[in-house]
């Protein structure tokens, strides 16, 4: 397994959660990024570290309320005030890694 994504769970709107993708080697020099695609949609990109320079990029929707990060081998997303669109399935990616499984996150009350 190259990409593990975990962190996903139910909370109410407005809550927070954190995601963890957890790979196989170092990201320190390597593209990766979150993504999100909710049944019959179009993959969406959420956010994403540039491997080149650590800069971070964030959808117009998310920003604000999403951080993503990365710490040796392991990318966080922390999602704050979560929203009920955003119950969709999360994943990770790199060029390098590949596409770890998906993580669900349900926001409802």
């Known amino acids: 397994v190259q990409l593990q994504a975990s962190g996903g769970g139910l909370v109410q709107p407005g809550g927070s959660l954190r995601l963890s993708c957890v790979a196989s080697g170092r990201l320190d020099h390597y593209g990766i990024g979150w993504f999100r695609q909710a049944p019959g949609k179009e993959r969406e990109r959420v956010s994403c570290?540039?491997?080149?320079?650590?800069s971070t990029y964030y959808s117009d929707s998310m920003e604000g309320r999403f951080t993503t990060s990365r710490e040796k081998n392991t990318l966080y997303l922390q999602m704050n005030n979560l929203k009920p669109e955003d119950t969709v399935v999360y994943s990770c990616n790199s060029p390098r890694y590949g596409w770890g499984q998906g993580t669900l996150v349900t926001v409802s009350s």
């Open positions: 570290i540039s491997g080149a320079d650590g």
